[in-house]
C-alpha cells in the first residue's frame, strides 16, 4: 500500500517539503525512520517524522531532528580539497574543483595500476553508514581492485554473526519479530507477539542496529513482551519493571549461552521434534552443554547460578525472539557466542516461527553492485587478496581482506607494498572501526597517495589524506535504505534529494562517476558503469537503483519513491517449505542441509565443531602475573542517542547531551582508588592509555569499568601531533593487534583487564607506545617488569 | 485561548531518556520564534532523572529507574502546530510514544487507563 502522500510537495510559502528515509551520512544504521524535509530558499528548516511511516510513525531520533544544524554546519567542508603529501597532518588545504579532482585521482589510480598492480590500492570503509553498500562496487567494480578492508581486529562488527549464521543455519541475518515486514504491523494475523525478546550484549534503543528499530521493542513491551538483557551492566531497559536481568563479567558470554543450554537439556525442556527433524550432531551439542552446569557456570561469568536458571526456563518458551549485538562479535570467543545463540534458538524451536528469530533469504536482496562485483576482477587478481587464503571462514563468507593481516601488510610491505589508500566514509583513527588505532596511524603515513570521502575533516583525513572529497548528507541525496543491507529485509524505503549545499557527490555518484571516467572493463571486455546513462546525477543514480529493483521486485525507483516505504512481508517456517536452499529442498543452506549444533565447517577449518568458552585472554584470571597491576576488566562501545560511535561531536545541539566521554565506575571501586564523581581518570594496560571522566554508577560490577569509544575534539588543535585529540580519550589503544579468535574473527573491545586513576585533567596524557604481542614480546615484558605467558596463538599466520 | 484546558500526559514508565522532546521542541521554539535556542539555557522541556535504586539486596531485577520529561517555562504549548491539526512536537516525535496531549478531563480518563507510573502536567 503506497503512502498517500505526494513524496515532492511544494508549500503555498514557497517552501519545498519532501519526504524520505533516512540512513546516512553523519552516520546510522539502515533504520529508515519516515522524515519530511522542508526546505526553503536553499536552507533545510524543518525535519518532521512521517505520521505515514508504519515503523517509527512519526517518531524521530535528535540525529535525525539536527539535520538542520548538521546539513548547515559552519565546520562541514563541501568543495574538493587537496594538500601536497608532504604537508599531511597540517591544515594546508587547497580548495579544487571536481575537473581537478577527477584528473588528479584518475590518473594517480591509474599510474598505481600500471606500475604497482590495482591490489596496491586499498579501499577502507566504515560502519553503519550506506557506505557499507558502496565500498564494495568502490573497490572491486571502479577502482577494480581486490582489496576492500573492513578495519576492525577481528572484523569485529556484524561480518561474524552472518559468518557464523552462514557456517551454522545457512540463511540471512536472523533478526528479531518485530512485525516490520507487515504494513498492519502487530496487527498482522499471521504475527504473533514474542513472549520475551533477549537482548544479548545489545541496548537497541540507542544503537538501532542494523535497521531494526530500537523503540519497536517499547512497543512490544506494551503489548505484553518482557526483556532479558544479558549485558555486564544494568541498563535502563532492564532495570524496568518487570524484565530480567543476567549481569555478566566482560567476554563471557559463550559460557552463559552454554550454561543456558545446559539447564534447557538437563530440565528436558528443548523442542525435542524440532531438533530431530531439524538439527545435526544433537548427541554431541548435548554432552558438551552438560560440562557447564550453572554452578560452574556462574565462576566463569559472576551470573548467579539461579538466574541462569531461571532464564533458561523463560527462554524454552515460544514465542521467544533473541536480538544478539555487537557483543557476539567483539571478542575472540565470538564465533563460539554466535554458534551457541543460534543453537538455543534451536533447541528451543524458536527458528523462524512467528514472534521467533526471523531469517532472510540466503542471498542478499539487491546484491548485484555490491559483493556481486568482485565478478569484475580477474580470477589472478582475486587471488591477491590480502589474508584471505589465511583465513578462510572469514574469506568465504565476506569479500574483503582480513583485517589485522591487512595492517601487518601496510607495516612491512609484504607479500606486496600497498601504495595507496581510499577512505569510503571511515574515520578510523577516531577510532571505532581499529584496535592499536596508532599504528594503522602510522601505518597510513607510508603510502604514496591517500583519498578520503567524509563530511567534516577528521582526525584521519588530517593525518592522511591528500585528496578529500565531500559528501552530501542524507538529506542531499538519492539512495535507498535497506535493512541488514538486503541480509534480511525487513523494509525498503527511498531516500530522496531535499536540497545540496555545495559541490558534494554521494558513495554512488563517486563509483559511477570514477568509474566511467576509469573506463573499467572486466575480464570479459565490458565496460562496468557506462551502462548508467545520463551525465547528470538527476539520471544516472536513479538508473542505477531501477537497475536493481526493477529485475529483483518489479518497480523503479520513481516507483518507490512514490510508494515511500516497501514492506515485502515474510514466509513463516520457511526451512518447511524449500526457500531456504538455492535447490529447493526443504531444511537449511548449510552442509548437511540442518542447523549445526555442531559444525562440519569449523572442524574443517581447525576449530572446534562444538562451542566452548575461552577466558578473555587478558583478564585478571588468564594473566595472574599481571593481575595485581591491572585488576580490574574494562568493558567499552554502548552507544547514546546523542551520537554514532566517532560523529555528531561538532553540534552543539548533540554535545550538550555529552560534553566529554564517561568511564562508568562502581562506588565501592571509585573510593578504593580516591576517585570522585566528575573526576578525570587514566584508564591503563599494556597496550595504552585514555582520559575519562569519572561516572559512579551502581549498575556496573565493582570489578568492571565501562569506557566510551570513538571520543576526539573537533574543538581543539587539528594538526599533528594533536589531531583534535584523537589520542587523549581513545580506548582502542587499549584493544592489542592480532588478539583474535581461531577463524579470524572477533577482537577484545570489550573485555581487556585495565587500571584506573586520578588525573588532573584531559591534557598531559603520555601516549604509550602500541607493542605488537607476537613480535615485541620482549619489550612488553620490559615494560611490564614481568615474564609475561604469551600464547601465540596466530603466529603462523602473522607477517614477521 | 482554545487549549486553555488541555494537559500534557506521560506514560514515564516508557520513556527512555532519548531527548527527542528536548530537540523536537528546540527546533519547534527557533522556527516560532525566529532565534536561536540554548538547550542548556532556555530549554521548553526536559528530562529528569531519578534513580538507578537497587530495591532489593541479591534481587538483580529489582530496579526504581525513571526519566520524566517535564515542560519549563519556555513551552508555547505548541498552539500554532494544534491550530495547524497536528500534535505538539514532544508528542508527535516521541520515540517510546509515552506522551499525549488533550483536554485534561480525557488525559485524566487516560490515566486512569493506565493505571500506574503516569503524570499529567498542565504548563
Redesign the interface.
Known amino acids: 500500500m503506497a503512502m498517500s502522500r505526494e513524496w515532492r510537495r511544494e508549500n503555498p510559502d514557497g517552501s519545498v517539503t519532501v519526504r524520505s528515509c533516512c540512513w546516512s551520512p553523519p552516520g546510522d544504521h539502515p533504520v529508515g525512520c519516515g522524515m519530511l524535509l522542508t526546505v526553503k530558499d536553499g536552507k533545510l ?5 512521517d ?1 505515514e511511516h508504519s515503523i517509527t ?6 540525529r535525525a ?2 539535520l ?1 544544524e548538521v546539513v548547515h554546519s559552519p565546520s562541514r567542508i563541501v568543495y574538493p580539497m587537496k594538500r601536497d603529501p608532504k604537508d599531511r597532518g597540517k591544515d594546508k588545504w587547497e580548495q579544487i574543483t571536481w575537473d581537478e579532482a577527477f584528473d588528479l585521482v584518475c590518473s594517480k589510480v591509474n599510474y598505481m595500476k600500471e606500475n604497482y598492480g590495482a591490489e596496491s590500492i586499498l579501499v577502507f570503509g566504515g560502519t553503519g553508514r550506506e557506505a557499507c553498500i558502496y565500498y564494495y562496487p568502490l573497490g572491486f567494480s571502479t577502482l577494480q581492485t581486490p582489496n576492500v578492508c573492513y578495519a576492525q581486529s577481528g572484523w569485529s562488527c556484524y561480518g561474524p554473526r552472518c559468518s557464523i549464521t552462514d557456517y551454522i543455519l545457512g540463511a540471512g541475518y536472523p533478526e528479531i519479530d518485530f512485525a516490520g515486514y507487515f504494513e498492519d504491523r502487530f496487527n498482522n494475523p499471521e504475527f504473533e507477539l514474542p513472549k520475551y525478546v533477549v537482548c544479548w550484549g545489545k541496548m537497541p ?2 544503537s538501532n542496529g542494523d535497521g531494526l528499530f530500537g ?1 519497536a521493542l ?2 512490544m ?2 503489548l505484553g513482551t518482557k526483556i532479558i538483557m544479558i549485558d555486564p551492566r ?1 541498563t ?6 518487570g ?5 555478566i563479567k566482560p567476554g563471557t558470554d559463550a559460557a552463559i549461552g552454554l550454561g543456558l543450554a545446559n539447564v534447557i537439556i538437563t530440565e528436558g525442556l528443548q523442542d525435542q521434534e524440532w531438533i530431530d527433524n531439524w538439527c545435526f550432531g544433537w548427541d554431541e551439542f548435548k554432552e558438551r552443554c552438560l560440562e557447564y552446569t550453572p554452578e560452574k557456570v556462574e565462576e566463569m561469568t559472576w551470573a ?1 547460578a539461579e ?1 541462569i536458571r531461571k532464564v533458561a526456563r523463560m527462554m524454552a518458551e515460544k514465542p521467544v525472539s533473541i536480538a544478539w549485538g555487537l557483543a557476539v562479535d567483539q571478542n575472540p570467543n565470538g564465533t563460539q557466542v554466535g554458534h551457541i545463540t543460534i543453537a538455543l534458538a534451536a533447541i528451543t524451536g524458536n527458528i523462524d516461527i512467528p514472534g521467533g528469530l526471523t531469517l532472510g533469504p540466503p542471498s542478499s536482496l539487491l546484491g548485484k553492485w555490491r559483493m556481486e562485483t568482485r565478478k569484475d576482477l580477474a580470477p589472478e587478481l582475486w587471488d591477491k587478496r590480502l589474508g584471505a587464503k589465511e583465513y578462510p571462514a572469514l574469506s568465504n563468507a565476506m569479500a574483503t581482506t582480513h583485517p589485522d593481516f591487512t595492517l601487518d601488510v601496510l607495516e612491512t610491505d609484504q607479500p606486496y607494498k600497498i601504495h595507496m589508500l581510499w577512505f569510503n566514509s571511515s574515520n578510523l583513527l577516531a577510532p571505532t572501526c581499529s584496535a592499536a588505532p596508532i599504528r594503522w596511524h602510522d601505518a597510513f603515513l607510508r603510502t604514496d597517495f591517500n583519498v578520503v570521502q567524509d563530511l567534516f575533516m577528521t582526525p584521519t583525513a588530517m593525518a592522511a589524506a591528500d585528496v578529500f572529497l565531500p559528501l552530501p548528507t542524507v538529506a542531499e541525496h538519492d539512495g535507498i535504505v535497506i535493512t541488514h543491507y538486503g541480509r534480511n529485509t525487513v523494509f525498503l524505503g527511498a531516500m530522496n534529494e531535499a536540497l545540496r549545499v555545495g559541490e558534494t557527490k554521494s558513495d554512488v555518484e563517486i563509483c559511477i562517476e570514477f568509474g566511467k571516467r576509469l573506463n573499467n572493463a572486466g575480464p570479459d571486455g565490458t565496460s562496468t558503469w557506462n551502462m548508467f546513462e545520463g551525465d547528470h546525477r538527476s539520471e544516472f543514480v536513479p538508473n542505477f537503483f531501477t537497475n536493481q529493483t526493477k529485475p529483483e521486485l518489479g518497480f523503479d525507483f520513481d516507483e518507490l519513491r512514490a510508494i515511500g516505504l516497501y514492506q515485502p512481508g515474510y514466509d513463516y517456517r520457511k526451512y518447511e517449505k524449500g526457500l531456504l536452499r538455492f535447490d529447493g529442498e526443504p531444511g537449511f543452506n548449510t552442509v548437511t542441509g540442518l542447523v549445526e549444533l555442531y559444525s562440519t565447517l569449523f572442524d574443517a577449518w581447525g576449530e572446534d565443531p562444538l562451542p566452548y568458552f575461552e577466558e578473555p585472554r587478558w583478564s585478571p584470571v588468564s594473566h595472574p602475573e599481571l593481575a595485581d597491576k591491572y585488576p580490574l576488566m574494562m568493558t567499552s562501545g554502548s552507544r547514546e ?2 551520537s554514532f560511535h566517532s560523529e555528531h561531536r561538532m553540534f552543539p ?1 548533540l554535545r ?2 555529552r560534553q566529554v566521554p564517561d568511564i562508568e565506575i562502581h562506588p565501592d571501586t571509585a573510593a578504593k582508588y580516591g576517585i570522585e564523581e566528575g573526576d578525570w581518570v587514566e584508564v591503563e594496560n599494556p597496550f595504552g592509555r585514555a582520559r575519562q571522566k569519572a561516572h559512579l ?3 556496573i560490577d565493582p570489578r568492571v569499568v565501562h569506557c566510551r569509544h570513538g571520543w576526539w575534539y573537533p574543538e581543539q588543535d587539528g594538526e599533528e601531533p594533536n589531531l583534535f585529540g584523537v589520542w587523549k580519550s581513545n580506548v582502542n589503544n587499549l584493544v592489542p593487534h592480532f588478539e583474535i579468535g581461531r577463524l579470524g574473527f572477533g577482537a577484545p573491545f570489550k573485555s581487556v583487564f585495565c587500571s584506573i586513576k586520578k588525573v588532573d585533567d584531559l591534557h598531559g596524557l603520555e601516549v604509550k607506545k602500541s607493542y605488537d604481542i607476537i613480535k615485541e614480546q620482549a619489550e612488553l615484558n620490559e615494560q611490564e617488569g614481568v615474564e609475561i605467558q604469551f600464547t601465540n596463538l596466530h603466529t603462523d599466520h602473522r607477517i614477521i | 485561548m482554545a487549549y486553555e484546558d488541555y494537559a500534557l500526559l506521560i506514560d514515564y514508565k516508557y520513556c527512555s531518556n532519548c531527548h527527542t522532546c528536548e530537540v523536537a521542541c528546540k527546533n519547534h521554539l527557533q522556527l516560532t520564534l525566529g532565534k536561536e535556542i540554548d538547550l542548556a539555557k532556555t530549554p521548553g522541556i526536559v528530562v529528569l532523572e531519578y534513580g538507578p535504586f537497587h530495591l532489593e539486596e541479591g534481587n538483580p531485577d529489582a530496579w526504581d529507574w525513571k526519566y520524566i520529561p517535564t515542560p519549563t517555562a519556555m513551552c508555547d504549548l505548541c498552539v500554532d502546530r494544534l491550530d495547524a491539526g497536528k500534535k505538539p512536537t514532544c508528542v508527535h516525535h516521541c520515540l517510546a510514544n509515552c506522551m499525549d496531549y488533550g483536554p485534561i478531563e480525557d488525559m485524566a480518563k487516560k490515566a486512569l487507563e493506565i493505571g500506574h507510573k503516569v503524570c499529567i502536567f498542565k504548563p
Open positions: 528548516i524543518d525535519v518532521e517524522g505520521p510513525n512519526g517518531r524521530l531520533c535528535i531532528l539536527d538542520p534503543l540507542a523503540h517499547i512497543d513491551m506494551k544494568i535502563w531497559l532492564g532495570a524496568m519493571e524484565n530480567i536481568n543476567l549481569q548467579p538466574q542517542y546523542c545541539t550538550h547531551f554508577v551502581i549498575t
